[in-house]
């Protein structure tokens, strides 16, 4: 089994009981998770503005990962999401520090030179 770090964004909390389920479908083991919050986007995605962000690290059979990653195509349940190998069998995902993005309210203020 190879280790992977996946990063994804969610609409719904009840997608990660789901998606969990899926990797476990592909003889896959959920090792660490690590919930970043709900932010906005920088971009919509579907028409949505904002989404929750969750790293996992994950055991699964590296002839599996492209199967679950079709599977992640077609279910629609993430919006994006990112798998990244880790080469080293002993590394763990560092706790990352992201500030939470707020809607500033525009001004339209013109600057004089």
Do not use: C
Request: no cysteine; net charge neutral; proline share 4%.
């Amino acid at each position: 089994m190879s280790k992977y770090e996946l990063t994804f964004l969610i609409e719904d909390p009840k997608t990660l009981k789901k998606l969990e389920e899926m990797i476990t479908s592909f003889s896959g083991k959920k090792i660490q998770e690590q919930p970043w919050g709900k932010r906005l986007l920088a971009y919509p995605i579907n028409k949505k503005t904002s989404a929750e962000y969750h790293t996992w690290d994950i055991e699964l059979d590296s002839q599996k990962l492209n199967e679950l990653k079709t599977k992640l195509n077609y279910e629609n349940l993430l919006l994006r999401y990112l798998f990244l190998s880790k080469a080293h069998a002993g590394t763990t995902a560092k706790k990352i520090t992201v500030p939470k993005i707020e809607k500033e309210e525009s001004t339209d203020e013109e600057v004089s030179e």
